[in-house]
């Protein structure tokens, strides 16, 4: 057959990363999918729902591939037809491998796809996969760049500096585009790659990687008829190459067409096989008469057909596989022309496996027997080969570790594991004779399940007898036995020792109370196993009780209540039991200690000496006085109620040992001794109170408060104590102190305002009434008095004690009379003030009263008390009559009585007077 050169493939068959780039569209997907994510291979139907295509088209495509060695055909175990991607293999034999920088100990790995020298055409693209594994303890920024030494790549580079952060244990990948021009040099192109973390790794970096391009010249290879042609046969293909048995040989014929119009030599040659590997064989003699060719070549006249064998001896330790060599023919007449085939070759396995099971140590007494097994690999496949250790023997009694469990043995190479059989039953050692043989075998498994000559090498080990003196051993353990037993008998049945009290005292022989702490007791007691109850009694020097009695129930265990205290061994030691004695004065202690079997008679009784606690001297009032001995009392506002700039009584004190101070406590009497002045209470926590701080300050471990406001509400005398509680006080205060009495002056009482119907009146208020009107009516009566706040206001005759302002509607007789209202005030010592008028009704005769005389304000109608009304207009203000006509002179009057609502009830100005 006849193959031109439409693609580049520098002498090597599979796929490159040129190839990747010269694919159509719907290959160069499918391609690139399998070398990211299917790099085991796919299915056809994988690779049909990838593609979203039929199952039909797929295969055209795979097939394609297949014809130009882009894929290989592999059958799985489970006999599934997969597709692989089939890179382009290294001096014809092996796949191209990708080379995996590891530096041992850095913190990062870097994998460079492709790592070597890479071959691309001028005028095409490639790519550079470098993967960055950060093996380190911590996060990275990791650049990685070509290097300034190589300026041509980086002109050609989309991105020649790129950076990745990576966290510990991650890894990422870098891709370099690079486009070659097609102006670009035919040449060999160093170039270096770098791996840098200085901000984290500066120590391990920078890695640096060295390769090398090949640029090859831009080639437009034009197929024309004079070119010459070949074709093999037989012919191969990936998915029926020729087999060759092991150290066989394989004859392929070469037909040579020559097609052009002069006289040719052709040279045929393998450059993927090594020389030793086949055999070129020209045809010799006179092809024509009277022309002499030698035998270097085929010599072809015009039109002619030609024929060179080309035979195949792979050696005898050659790998099994498939091998695809390719082979070229060269045309003396246009050495440029590139013709080239594909021969798909299979070397077909040879199972030849030797196994033999040496005995390194056969004799075993207290260590392990050792056995090596050694394989010897004759055939061409590489074998791995489980070794499974199995006893022959009923009872097992030893256990069986094989290193490795997997052999691998490579063609033509020798592979050793080693076997460790330990015996484990001691008991199933002989006690005489020559010793006890232990049988067992090695079972062999080919993990590809490849034929196995001898699956099975059987194996002994000896385990020898004990040694004589072993059984006198035997013979002193049994007589240490009866010993030890005779001596528990007579331990288990003597009397036990009864508890005893060694030590029992104080940990200090004085406290002071000012540490907050109690009395902390030590004992130590021995024969604790016999301890049934402790009790401890505390009592004053005097004989009273101190404290109450405390029992610790033992039962052969330290109580849960003494656990953190005490510790249990030959004797019981307890250090630093608290006690209830916390308060001051002189103690004993007495401990007893009663037995299991007399629980009721104490087996040993100690006590202490003398142990003190010392009281917290109390703190000192130097100073509690007031600022001044009288006080004026402050004005109330009348609009708001509320004092007007307060003037409230003030103190002074000065107390010594702030630090002791827990509480203070002020409380205002009169000198009767009735409290008059809510109690001020300010609680010390290692710092003086929000509300002290704008009036004390500590000065000197001194406490120094200046003008503080007491709770004083109203007029009188006041007396002030001053309480203090320190921090081991409880309901008492251990010192308190008063002040000299402190009067609080009220103030003047002074009627501001008298008024009626919103004008002063004169001594005698007069009102004309008509005795013809039934309904009632009132005058508004307002006031406003000022003085202390205790005073007392009243108006008189009715309705009583009012307040200090207001206003009310007072019903006048409607019957010619006279009636004094008197408004009084009443200060807290008695002295009164008081403002009176006299309110005149009269009629005047008949004929003189006039219809169109205004009347008096009527009481309003309705039932509930009225709110507040407004003062009717005064004389000064002209109101309209009810005849229409204005007046000037008489109030406004209010609507009429209204009428009871229920018979035998009185209407709402029947009823007394209310306030506003």
């Known amino acids: 057959m006849t193959v031109t050169n439409s693609r580049t493939k520098n002498s090597k068959a599979g796929l490159s990363m040129a190839d990747v780039l010269t694919l159509p569209p719907q290959q160069r997907k499918l391609v690139q999918w399998m070398l990211k994510n299917q790099p085991d291979g796919v299915t056809l139907e994988e690779a049909a729902y990838y593609l979203d295509l039929n199952q039909q088209a797929t295969l055209a495509l795979l097939d394609e591939l297949l014809d130009q060695d882009f894929v290989q055909a592999i059958l799985t175990r489970d006999d599934d037809l997969k597709y692989r991607i089939h890179l382009a293999p290294k001096l014809g034999i092996q796949q191209q491998q990708i080379q995996q920088t590891l530096s041992p100990g850095s913190p990062l790995a870097v994998i460079y796809n492709p790592s070597g020298e890479y071959a691309v055409q001028a005028g095409s693209r490639f790519e550079i996969y470098i993967t960055v594994t950060n093996k380190g303890a911590e996060s990275a920024l990791i650049d990685v760049f070509i290097d300034d030494l190589s300026p041509q790549l980086i002109q050609w580079c989309d991105a020649p500096h790129q950076r990745l952060a990576l966290s510990p244990n991650s890894m990422s990948e870098v891709l370099f585009e690079f486009n070659v021009p097609v102006t670009a040099i035919p040449s060999i192109y160093n170039y270096v790659i770098v791996v840098d973390a200085p901000m984290h790794y500066p120590e391990d970096t920078p890695i640096r990687h060295t390769a090398k391009l090949q640029v090859l010249p831009a080639i437009e290879t034009v197929v024309r008829v004079s070119d010459p042609t070949f074709n093999v046969i037989p012919a191969s293909s990936s998915r029926s190459p020729a087999p060759i048995p092991p150290g066989g040989i394989l004859q392929l014929s070469v037909n040579v067409h020559n097609r052009s119009d002069r006289v040719d030599r052709f040279r045929l040659t393998c450059a993927d096989c090594h020389e030793s590997w086949y055999t070129i064989r020209y045809p010799e003699g006179l092809e024509t008469a009277g022309l002499i060719i030698p035998n270097m070549g085929l010599n072809l006249n015009p039109g002619e057909t030609g024929q060179i064998l080309l035979q195949f001896q792979p050696p005898l330790g050659a790998t099994a596989g498939i091998y695809y060599p390719t082979i070229r023919l060269y045309s003396a007449n246009n050495p440029d022309l590139v013709l080239l085939d594909v021969v798909y070759v299979e070397i077909l396995p040879a199972y030849l496996l030797n196994a033999e099971l040496l005995t390194v140590i056969g004799r075993v007494r207290r260590k392990g027997g050792v056995f090596e097994i050694r394989l010897t690999n004759a055939g061409n496949t590489v074998r791995e080969v489980v070794c499974t250790a199995i006893p022959a023997d009923e009872d097992k009694v030893c256990t069986y570790v094989t290193t490795p469990p997997i052999i691998r043995v490579l063609p033509g190479e020798k592979a050793i594991s080693q076997m460790t059989i330990t015996p484990v039953k001691w008991w199933s050692r002989p006690i005489f004779g020559a010793g006890r043989l232990l049988n067992f075998r090695i079972e062999l498994e080919d993990q590809k399940q490849f034929p196995l000559p001898n699956a099975s090498l059987p194996g002994t080990v000896i385990w020898e007898a004990r040694p004589w003196w072993q059984f006198l051993l035997v013979l002193l353990t049994v007589l240490g036995s009866i010993v030890a037993i005779a001596f528990l008998l007579w331990w288990l049945l003597k009397p036990p020792a009864p508890p005893k009290i060694l030590r029992f005292q104080s940990s200090d022989a004085t406290y002071q109370e000012a540490n907050n702490g109690s009395i902390r007791l030590n004992w130590q007691i021995r024969n604790p196993k016999t301890l049934q109850t402790l009790t401890l009694n505390g009592i004053f020097v005097d004989g009273t009780a101190a404290v109450q009695p405390v029992v610790y129930n033992f039962n052969g265990q330290i109580p849960e209540e003494l656990k953190q205290f005490c510790q249990i061994q030959t004797t019981l030691t307890c250090a630093n039991i608290p006690t209830d004695a916390r308060k001051p004065g002189d103690y004993i202690f007495e401990l007893q200690a009663f037995n299991q079997k007399n629980p009721e008679e104490a087996a040993d009784t100690i006590k202490t000496n003398t142990i003190k606690i010392i009281p917290i001297p109390p703190a000192k009032i130097l100073e509690f006085a007031s600022v001044k001995p009288i006080y004026q009392e402050t004005p109330i506002n009348l609009k708001t109620n509320n004092k007007i700039s307060p003037d409230t009584i003030r103190l002074n004190w000065k107390i010594s040992d702030l630090d002791k101070i827990k509480q203070l406590q002020i409380i205002g009497r009169s000198p009767e001794g009735v409290v008059n002045s809510q109690p001020q209470i300010y609680n010390f926590n ?29 007029a009188g005398d006041y007396i002030f104590e001053l309480q203090v509680f320190t921090k081991t006080d409880t309901d008492k205060p251990s010192v308190l102190q008063k002040t000299d009495v402190i009067k609080l002056q009220p103030l003047p009482s002074q009627i501001v305002e008298f008024k009626i119907n919103g004008s002063d009146p004169l001594p005698k208020y007069q009102i004309l009434i008509d005795p013809q009107n039934q309904s009632k009516q009132a005058i508004n009566l307002s006031w406003k008095v000022e003085g202390s706040s205790n005073m007392k206001v009243e108006l008189l005759p009715a309705p009583g004690d009012i307040p200090r302002s207001g206003t009310i509607l007072y019903p006048v007789n409607n019957q010619p009379s006279s009636e004094t209202i008197i408004l009084q005030a009443t200060s807290p010592t008695g002295e009164k003030v008081s403002r009176s008028v006299t309110i005149e009704t009269f009629s005047p005769p008949p004929q003189t009263l006039n219809p169109i005389q ?39 009057p209010l609507p009429t009585s209204p009428t009871p609502s229920q018979p035998g009830t009185l209407s709402p100005l029947e009823l007394p007077p209310g306030f506003d």
């Open 686 to 714: 290692e710092e003086i109170p929000n509300e002290l701080q704008p009036f004390c300050r500590q000065q000197q471990n001194q406490l120094t408060c200046r003008s503080v406001p007491a709770n004083n509400r109203t």
């Open 854 to 892: 205004p009347q008096l304000p009527q009481l309003p109608t309705t039932q509930p008390t009225p709110p507040v009304i407004p003062p009717p207009p005064t004389a000064q203000n002209p109101s309209t009559t009810p005849g229409g006509t204005p007046s000037s002179t008489s109030p406004t």
